[in-house]
């Protein structure tokens, strides 16, 4: 027999028997029961508490009286679960009277020892219903032939909901080392900064991504517009990405499977700087805004134009699609025009409008389609509910150039001509947005993105020419990326390439971002 208060560990922070106890508990769970019990017998350590071997004993043997004095005489241990344990036997009793045909003493103790319990009433109720219905007996009880082996079920059955009633040590929490080992592996997850890997995490060594895990390195330089950059997004599918540029065209470029960007298709017909795009969700068609002119909207696989919205004299300067690819919002910087959701042929199907709307600077819908989140030019966010119609508001203290919205449809950034990203929640929960800083903002519109595994981080242009990246939990940048010589306008990270990133800029390039070379051959 070991001594069961003997500590492990390099500080001497684990007890043994504890320990031991644990681990016979999962060779059980998984199925190894000779080694469990070798591992009792060699360690004098067994799973079952002595406390639960006596309840067992009287409750399998019938002595449900001696079980109830028991119980009574361990509430200290047992704590805020006595009463309910207590609930559990009597129930026994019950059913156990029923199927013997005593009516009346199953009714006795209903009326006296049950409802003198400190339980929720309405288990107090159903056991009544059940006592008096005699037709749907809890717990499958059945009076007839086999009642010794209904009335052994039931006994078993009440000690497996006891032993998920009881707290320890009486019994091992279950699949307890499988939540310890869990709870170590999420808090080394949640404590790596560079952490985007879907790969499952090894418990042979403590766990530490490196910066090569996220693109650092520039991969690729996309050279194919003829001025300022403006706006670069990838596709759902991350098969693609678009870019738009001051020179008046946007580009399809072909994301291939070596990881490098091939031209597509260069997107000519508009008249001025093209300004803002937004990939349909099933990535066919392609909505691209000219800078105060009309809306195109392009197939995405023969790169020809299917409509034009509006004229020269119609002014949007966003848009967003809704989940069906058939129909999308478009905001204007014309008071007057507002908020429109149009369908793929041209027609308004429902406008948010009016004079004292202030200009909308970016919207985007949720990708679950249930939110329309709205910047306006007077430092407002208005979340829109779809189903329900009902808004609510958010003021930030200084002008908002930009909005990007989570994959998982949870959380939104803005960005912010005070030299800050905000993030907050979709559902308005949050009294105060998380804080991000480090970039240069001043007087330009900068776009950011999240990206990585699960939304882990996020991406900024800068207007001192460099990409920043934030982990979401850390208000300071772990990366700062240079490459670029001039004002860096948007960011994109790939949705299904976590470690791709496209950044584009005033010096007319796109470059493409991803893991260091040693990363690379490491791999």
């Given at each position: 027999m070991?001594n069961s208060?003997?500590?492990?560990?390099s500080?001497?922070l684990?007890n043994?028997?504890?320990?031991?106890?644990?681990?016979i508990q999962?060779?059980?769970?998984l199925?190894?029961?000779?080694s469990?019990?070798?591992l009792e017998?060699e360690s004098g350590?067994?799973?079952?508490?002595?406390?639960?071997q006596?309840?067992?004993?009287l409750i399998?043997?019938g002595n449900?009286?001696?079980?109830?004095?028991?119980?009574n005489?361990?509430k200290?241990?047992l704590?805020?679960t006595?009463?309910s344990?207590?609930?559990?036997?009597f129930?026994q009793?019950?059913m156990?009277?029923l199927n013997c045909?005593e009516?009346?003493?199953a009714?006795?103790?209903?009326?006296k020892q049950?409802s003198?319990l400190?339980?929720d009433?309405?288990k107090v109720?159903?056991l009544a219903?059940?006592?008096?219905s005699?037709?749907?007996r809890?717990?499958g009880?059945?009076v007839?032939?086999?009642?010794?082996v209904v009335?052994?079920?039931?006994?078993?059955?009440?000690l497996?909901?006891l032993?998920?009633?009881f707290p320890?040590p009486?019994?091992?929490p279950?699949a307890?080392?499988?939540?310890?080992?869990e709870s170590?592996?999420t808090?080394?997850?949640d404590?790596?900064m560079?952490h985007s890997?879907?790969?499952?995490?090894?418990?042979?060594?403590?766990?530490c991504?490196?910066?090569?895990?996220i693109?650092t390195?520039t991969?690729?330089?996309l050279?194919?517009h003829?001025?300022?950059?403006w706006?670069?997004?990838?596709?759902?599918?991350?098969e693609y990405?678009a870019?738009?540029s001051?020179?008046?065209?946007?580009?399809i470029?072909?994301?291939?499977?070596?990881g490098?960007l091939?031209?597509?298709?260069t997107?000519?017909g508009?008249?001025q700087a093209v300004?803002?795009?937004?990939?349909?969700?099933?990535?066919?068609?392609?909505?691209?805004c000219g800078?105060?002119?009309?809306?195109?909207?392009?197939?995405?696989e023969?790169?020809?134009c299917?409509?034009?919205f509006?004229?020269?004299?119609?002014?949007v300067?966003?848009?967003?699609?809704?989940?069906?690819?058939?129909?999308?919002?478009?905001?204007?910087?014309?008071?007057?025009k507002?908020?429109c959701?149009?369908?793929?042929e041209?027609n308004?199907?429902?406008?948010?409008?009016?004079?004292r709307m202030?200009k909308?600077?970016d919207?985007?819908?949720?990708?679950?389609?249930?939110?329309?989140i709205?910047?306006?030019?007077?430092?407002?966010i208005?979340?829109l509910h779809m189903?329900?119609?009902?808004?609510q508001?958010?003021s930030?203290?200084?002008?908002?150039t930009?909005l990007?919205?989570?994959?998982?449809s949870k959380?939104?950034?803005?960005n912010?001509?005070s030299?800050?990203?905000?993030?907050?929640?979709?559902?308005?929960k949050w009294?105060k947005?998380?804080?991000?800083?480090g970039h240069?903002?001043?007087?330009y519109v900068i776009r950011s993105?999240?990206?990585?595994?699960?939304?882990t981080?996020?991406?900024s242009?800068?207007e001192?020419s460099?990409?920043?990246?934030?982990n979401?939990?850390?208000?300071r940048p772990?990366?700062?990326l240079?490459?670029?010589s001039?004002?860096v306008n948007c960011v994109s990270?790939?949705?299904?390439m976590p470690?791709m990133l496209?950044s584009a800029?005033?010096d007319?390039?796109?470059?493409?971002w991803?893991p260091s070379?040693?990363?690379?051959?490491a791999?």
């Amino acid at each position: 027999m070991e001594n069961s208060s003997e500590a492990l560990g390099s500080k001497g922070l684990i007890n043994r028997h504890e320990f031991v106890r644990i681990i016979i508990q999962c060779l059980y769970s998984l199925g190894y029961s000779n080694s469990a019990s070798c591992l009792e017998s060699e360690s004098g350590v067994s799973y079952w508490s002595n406390e639960f071997q006596l309840l067992e004993s009287l409750i399998l043997n019938g002595n449900l009286g001696d079980c109830i004095d028991y119980l009574n005489s361990i509430k200290d241990v047992l704590g805020e679960t006595a009463e309910s344990a207590l609930f559990l036997v009597f129930r026994q009793c019950v059913m156990e009277y029923l199927n013997c045909g005593e009516d009346a003493l199953a009714l006795g103790v209903l009326r006296k020892q049950v409802s003198a319990l400190d339980v929720d009433k309405y288990k107090v109720h159903g056991l009544a219903t059940c006592l008096l219905s005699l037709k749907d007996r809890e717990l499958g009880a059945v009076v007839g032939s086999g009642g010794d082996v209904v009335v052994h079920d039931l006994r078993r059955k009440l000690l497996g909901d006891l032993e998920k009633l009881f707290p320890p040590p009486i019994v091992v929490p279950e699949a307890r080392l499988e939540h310890l080992v869990e709870s170590t592996v999420t808090a080394w997850v949640d404590a790596c900064m560079y952490h985007s890997s879907s790969n499952t995490v090894s418990l042979y060594e403590d766990h530490c991504c490196s910066r090569d895990e996220i693109p650092t390195t520039t991969t690729q330089i996309l050279t194919g517009h003829k001025n300022e950059v403006w706006f670069v997004q990838f596709s759902n599918n991350g098969e693609y990405l678009a870019s738009s540029s001051n020179d008046c065209t946007a580009i399809i470029w072909k994301v291939l499977e070596d990881g490098k960007l091939t031209l597509k298709h260069t997107l000519c017909g508009h008249q001025q700087a093209v300004s803002f795009l937004a990939w349909s969700p099933d990535d066919t068609k392609l909505l691209t805004c000219g800078n105060t002119e009309v809306l195109k909207l392009w197939d995405v696989e023969t790169g020809t134009c299917k409509q034009t919205f509006g004229n020269q004299g119609f002014v949007v300067s966003c848009c967003a699609w809704f989940p069906n690819s058939k129909q999308f919002a478009c905001g204007s910087s014309d008071p007057e025009k507002g908020v429109c959701m149009w369908d793929c042929e041209g027609n308004v199907i429902k406008s948010w409008r009016g004079m004292r709307m202030p200009k909308v600077v970016d919207l985007a819908v949720t990708p679950d389609g249930e939110y329309l989140i709205s910047i306006f030019v007077d430092k407002e966010i208005r979340i829109l509910h779809m189903a329900t119609n009902t808004e609510q508001v958010i003021s930030e203290e200084h002008p908002i150039t930009s909005l990007s919205v989570s994959g998982d449809s949870k959380l939104f950034i803005v960005n912010l001509n005070s030299q800050e990203i905000h993030m907050w929640d979709v559902a308005g929960k949050w009294e105060k947005p998380l804080r991000f800083m480090g970039h240069k903002q001043h007087k330009y519109v900068i776009r950011s993105c999240f990206g990585g595994l699960n939304n882990t981080f996020i991406a900024s242009g800068s207007e001192n020419s460099e990409v920043y990246i934030w982990n979401c939990r850390n208000s300071r940048p772990i990366e700062v990326l240079s490459g670029h010589s001039t004002t860096v306008n948007c960011v994109s990270w790939n949705p299904k390439m976590p470690q791709m990133l496209a950044s584009a800029s005033d010096d007319h390039t796109i470059r493409i971002w991803g893991p260091s070379l040693k990363k690379k051959k490491a791999t």
